[in-house]
């Protein structure tokens, strides 16, 4: 079975600084999909971010960029300029890739704190 | 932008009591899901479908739980008789053919008292 771990519950950061979240995951699959979803206080789940395992570019929406290490099989968040919004529950996901109608399996959470 | 729909975004219920989830699905998505969150805890998966019927459930999805596509827009989740340990956040989510990425809806807040 996949799991999916992440070993920060909480972190924070001064606004405008650079956080990194951690996410580690275990498969026997080679093809699959990463995502990270933030979780506001409203509890909408909110995709931040994906990264399909047969790419070997790393992903990037505007502040936001990942660290995908196939081999070890780690996924980290970079939040560049940390603002007050990016204020969260962060969640590292899973997905095997063989249908789009796979479950996603999610890790624990880190709760991220910006600091004015 | 099309969204998910989630109705009620908070239900109240009686332990033992029926209650009914309702979702509406992005319109051309052809798989739905189920999960929820217990507070301060992980999602977690309950249920796929798909092509009506059931692709896949957890083992958290008993006898107590059923899902339904009972016209072409709505999709809802059943609990039967519903327990303390039932209350959560319960989310609705759903995936087209060529999406990769799941698209969730706002929640339903379900306290059993």
């Known amino acids: 079975a996949q799991t999916v771990t992440q070993s920060q519950p909480e972190m924070s950061v001064q606004e405008a600084e650079t956080v990194t979240l951690s996410c580690t995951y275990d498969t026997s699959e080679s093809d699959y999909y990463l995502f990270w979803y933030k979780q506001p206080p409203s509890r909408q789940m909110i995709l931040v971010i994906r990264q399909e395992a047969y790419k070997q570019q790393n992903a990037t929406e505007n502040r936001f960029s990942v660290n995908f290490q196939k081999a070890a099989k780690s996924f980290s968040l970079k939040i560049s300029d940390s603002q007050l919004g990016d204020a969260a529950m962060y969640f590292c996901?899973?997905?095997?890739?063989?249908?789009?109608?796979?479950?996603?399996?999610f890790g624990e959470g880190t709760q991220l704190t910006v600091n004015p | 932008e099309p969204e998910v729909t989630q109705t009620p975004s908070h239900q109240v219920t009686q332990m033992g009591q029926e209650v009914i989830l309702r979702c509406v699905p992005i319109s051309n998505h052809l798989y739905f899901y189920w999960y929820r969150q217990i507070l301060g805890q992980k999602v977690e998966f309950l249920v796929s479908f798909y092509n009506n019927e059931i692709s896949e459930k957890s083992e958290i999805f008993d006898d107590q739980f059923s899902v339904e596509r009972p016209d072409g827009s709505n999709f809802t989740l059943k609990i039967r008789s519903t327990k303390l340990e039932d209350s959560a956040m319960y989310f609705c989510?759903?995936?087209?053919?060529?999406?990769?990425?799941?698209?969730f809806g706002q929640g339903t807040r379900l306290t059993v008292v």
């Open positions: 996901a899973y997905r095997r890739g063989e249908t789009s109608g796979s479950r996603l399996t």
């Open positions: 989510a759903s995936t087209g053919r060529m999406n990769t990425e799941a698209f």
